[in-house]
């Protein structure tokens, strides 16, 4: 049988090895949530571009168009 004090360092070492693996997993967890948030935040920001740069053309097509069909034009 193996002796407790053979075995004690070897435990230590597999939880250790456990430790290790379950944070690196926790980190590239937390990676890819922060990579997600990344992408919309980006997809949210290229938006919000598109509207500044066209939202205005849209804006007055809108207009133009209520003021032909309320008989202003």
Same mark, same amino acid.
């Given at each position: 049988?193996?002796?407790?004090? #053979?075995?004690?360092?070897? #435990?230590?070492?597999? #939880?250790?090895?456990?430790?290790?693996?379950?944070?690196?997993?926790?980190?590239?967890?937390?990676?890819?949530?922060?990579?997600?948030?990344?992408?919309?935040?980006?997809? #949210?920001?290229?938006?919000?571009?598109?509207?500044?740069?066209?939202?205005?053309?849209?804006?007055?097509? /809108?207009?133009?168009?209520?003021?032909?069909?309320? /008989?202003?034009?």
């Amino acid at each position: 049988m193996n002796e407790p004090d #053979q075995d004690e360092p070897e #435990q230590e070492s597999m #939880q250790r090895n456990i430790r290790h693996t379950v944070g690196i997993s926790a980190l590239r967890r937390i990676g890819r949530i922060v990579a997600a948030e990344q992408r919309a935040d980006a997809e #949210q920001a290229a938006a919000l571009r598109w509207m500044l740069r066209y939202g205005w053309i849209a804006l007055a097509v /809108g207009v133009l168009l209520f003021a032909y069909f309320a /008989g202003v034009i």
